[in-house]
């Protein structure tokens, strides 16, 4: 069952069993997603904004048992660099239970969609139908998907 606390969390989205995304949890809802028994939790956001960030997220994931990846993508610049991190984090947690978050789902919802597009050949509509109930791309953003769905013949 899900706490009613994660569900709170800005933009939250369950994608599946093993898979939330969101904007940034607070610290109780930190407690909240640890509870619910995810093991991994990986941040798009940068750590320099105190507003969408909070003041030690890694010390405190790690001291709740879960593994914590940062892959800061700066929201107007992504970069193909950030995106093939972020693949190669998907592939390496598969199977476990992952909380994917940046400031508001923005960053993570578009990386997610070009991964089920570019990594598991999902059709580009089912994979950006979780981006879509968001938020629509700015033109940074529309761009970079764009390109990267360009370069991989998508």
């Not at 028994?37 to 709740?64: C, T």
């Not at 991190?85 to 592939?91: D, I, L, S, T, V």
Request: proline content about 5%.
């Amino acid at each position: 069952m899900t706490s009613p606390a994660i569900t709170l969390i800005n933009n939250y989205r369950a994608v599946d069993g093993l898979l939330c995304t969101s904007g940034q949890p607070s610290v109780a809802q930190l407690h909240d997603i640890a509870a619910a028994g995810y093991s991994v939790v990986i941040n798009l956001a940068l750590h320099d904004d105190l507003r969408y960030a909070l003041p030690d997220e890694p010390g405190l994931v790690q001291a709740l048992g879960m593994d914590y990846l940062h892959i800061p993508v700066p929201f107007d610049s992504p970069s193909e660099a950030d995106l093939l991190a972020f693949f190669a984090a998907m592939k390496a947690y598969q199977g476990k239970k992952m909380w994917l978050h940046c400031a508001a789902n923005k960053r993570v919802s578009s990386f997610l969609g070009l991964y089920r597009v570019i990594g598991l050949g999902w059709a580009r509509g089912s994979a950006f139908a979780l981006m879509d109930g968001i938020w629509q791309p700015n033109e940074v953003w529309s761009s970079f998907i764009a390109s990267m769905l360009d370069k991989q013949g998508c």
